[in-house]
């Protein structure tokens, strides 16, 4: 008969062996434990005009956002995201007048605007594939719309003639070797709630290393836009977006490129430039702070030195703003007009 044989040794062998298991059963079960996460931020700004009117007679660059006179209020927005192992969600909400200018094309379902950002569900289906359906912010473009993730206070005309987003489908593509890509079809520009014109757009990426080359199609409009940026020292960044869109039919252009030189002098504070030229021809060319000549174009050059403090959660923006359109677009103090503005603004930004 086989003898078996018990000892200390042998017990204290097992119960480690077990634990070891126990552990790692754990560890592995915690790792693949959906995550639910809850984000945001709450902005609001001071702005004055230093060449033109306030008040009742204030006027503003031709860009989005940060446009609003004295004391004024961004938003809050609030993100509600769920991450499994394959699938998951994100609910991004928008509330005041940032928000509001945002979404300007979904109103449909409210009076004051809907409140939705971005609203959509992802599939990972591989390691080098996730599909996305929903709402999403554009893929275009060196600005987004939350102001945590912008240097710059007040945005670029770029930004601001682009699209905002999409709602459609996306797979996005990990193509190894830092290259990546994607493809979308969406409801026409900006039409996020539903689509009501029985048209399409598509929508291409290429990437490689944080560079980016974007494509849209949309109702007789094509654009192509590059987005990217170098990390020129430890401290020293510049981000570079350059764009070009044409509306078949001779239904209007735009062109433009901005610079974006970023330097961090400390840990808790980078002062940024963002230099921007744009021209508009045709129909785009009686928009606000561009101006337009008989032809119908027009053109605008804009500098923004924007610094950023930060403290904590709180993010500090003092800003000066220059804008000079080759027509006169703008107004001075005796309420010529002039082709040139000078404005400030202070912001402060709490993310969560």
């Known amino acids: 008969m086989k003898t078996i044989i018990k000892t200390n040794f042998v017990k204290n062998l097992a119960f480690a062996a077990l634990a070891l298991i126990s552990v790692s059963a754990f560890a592995q079960e915690e790792e693949e434990t959906p995550k639910f996460s809850f984000s945001g931020s709450v902005d609001a700004y001071y702005r004055t005009n230093l060449t033109a009117p306030n008040g009742e007679d204030a006027i ?42 945002a ?6 379902y409210s009076a ?16 080098a594939v996730t599909l996305t359906f929903g709402n999403f912010n554009t893929f275009l473009g060196y600005e987004v719309i ?12 770029l930004f601001s003639y682009g699209p905002f987003s999409h709602t459609g489908l996306k797979a996005d593509f990990d193509l190894g070797s830092d290259w990546s890509a994607m493809l979308a079809v969406m409801n026409p520009t900006d039409l996020t709630e539903l689509n009501g014109t029985g048209d399409y757009a598509v929508g291409a990426q ?31 960044f510049l981000g570079i977006n350059a764009a070009h869109f044409s509306q078949e039919d001779d239904g209007g252009s735009f062109t433009g490129v901005a610079l974006y030189p970023q330097l961090a002098t400390s840990e808790n504070f980078t002062i940024g430039l963002r230099g921007e030229y744009f021209m508009t021809g045709d129909f785009f060319g009686d928009a606000a702070g561009i101006g337009s000549d008989a032809d ?23 800003e000066i ?3 000079s359109s080759a027509e006169d677009a703008f107004i001075d103090n005796d309420m010529d007009p002039t082709g040139s503005l000078a404005s400030v603004l202070f912001a402060a930004i709490y993310s969560f």
Do not use: C, H
């Open 60 to 101: 503003a660059p031709g860009s989005s956002f940060a446009n609003l006179d004295g004391f004024a209020l961004g938003m809050a927005n609030i993100i509600g995201a769920y991450e499994g192992e394959k699938v998951g969600f994100v609910a991004d909400l928008v509330f005041g007048p940032r928000g509001t200018d």
């Open 103 to 108: 979404i300007f094309a979904s109103p449909m």
């Open 112 to 127: 004051t605007g809907d409140i939705v950002n971005q609203l959509y569900v992802y599939w990972n289906v591989s390691d």
């Open 146 to 157: 939350s102001p945590v993730a912008n240097f710059n206070y007040s945005t670029s005309y």
């Open 206 to 236: 290429l990437g490689y290393s944080g560079q980016f080359l974007n494509f849209l199609y949309s109702q007789g409009g094509f654009e192509v836009d590059y987005t990217g940026g170098f990390d020129v020292s430890e401290d020293f």
């Open 296 to 318: 119908g174009d027009g053109s605008v050059f804009a500098v923004t030195l924007t610094g950023s403090a930060t403290i904590g959660d709180l993010i500090l923006k003092p």
């Open 321 to 323: 703003r220059l804008d």
